[in-house]
């Protein structure tokens, strides 16, 4: 499928009262729990900007919220891209790259006389020359991923709790019993097979979000400008933040009227 989606959660840090430890004994004492209590997550379109979405919610049950919001959203991309478009006609520039090409764009070996047009399944655009036999095997993937920054050691665990809401099967890849490499949700739509695939980015962009952000100029942002036009707005969320996690320990924070004390963050 050619989208991507990328998401990120918040949770409150609620305090836990437990008895004093004993200093004699080796223990560990859980003092906070994450209460996840907000979610957010973009729909890239990789052909057609009017299919890009951005959705996000605050409230109770928000892995199960985000689940349902997710899934919904699948099938309406999966129902609205389930019919294959017509080619379009060849422009004078897929002509000249046609008549300049002998090379198969997908396994990138010499084409002879079994040259074959190979036209996108979405847009009906042309991609390329190809051999029949290449192109009548080339598929889009059937699954779609979705991106979280450090999903394996935090997100991973308020997901994974809200994933048997049907019969449809989970595959995980372990990293152990606590941690996933990566995990997946089927879904049936149309009576086809669809994945929501959930990877961690940081496996392969190994540090944080605010470090990759400062390697990016600011016509980088393509998607944040595009979404947020206005200059200051802009600004504003193209640096990090500063969150006061020790403040955020329930809902009546998010109505507090003005900053908390300097301690407090």
């Known amino acids: ?77 999966v129902k609205k891209n389930s019919f294959q478009k017509c080619p379009v006609p060849l422009s004078d520039e897929d002509k000249i790259k046609i008549s300049n090409s002998n090379i198969c764009y997908i396994c990138e070996t010499e084409v002879n006389e079994d040259l074959f047009y190979n036209f996108d399944w979405h847009t009906g655009s042309f991609r390329g020359v190809a051999h029949q036999v290449c192109s009548s095997k080339y598929r889009t993937p059937r699954h779609i991923p979705i991106f979280l920054h450090n999903l394996s050691h935090y997100d991973a665990h308020f997901i994974v709790h809200a994933l048997n809401f049907d019969d449809d099967k989970v595959e995980v890849i372990p990293q152990n019993k606590e941690r996933y490499i990566s995990f997946s949700k089927q879904l049936t739509i149309n009576n086809q097979p ?15 979000l605010d470090q990759l952000a400062k390697n990016l100029n600011d016509d980088q942002f393509t998607e944040l400008k595009r979404n947020y036009p206005n200059n200051e707005d802009f600004s504003r969320l193209r640096r990090k933040g500063i969150y006061p996690y020790e403040f955020m320990c329930n809902s009546d924070c998010l109505k507090h009227p003005s900053l908390p004390d300097q301690h407090q963050f």
């Not at 430890?21 to 379109?45: A, L, M, R």
């Open 1 to 77: 499928m050619p989208f991507v989606i990328y998401a990120d959660f918040e949770a409150f840090l609620n305090p836990i009262e437990s008895c004093s430890n004993d200093p004699s004994q080796p223990s560990t004492i859980n003092i906070q729990k994450h209460e996840v209590y907000s979610f957010g997550y973009y729909i890239k379109c990789s052909y057609d900007n009017r299919l890009s979405k951005y959705e996000t919610y605050s409230g109770s049950n928000c892995a199960q919220v985000f689940m349902n919001r997710l899934c919904e959203d699948v099938k309406t991309i």
């Open 194 to 208: 669809v994945s929501l695939r959930f990877v961690d980015s940081l496996k392969f962009l190994s540090c944080s």
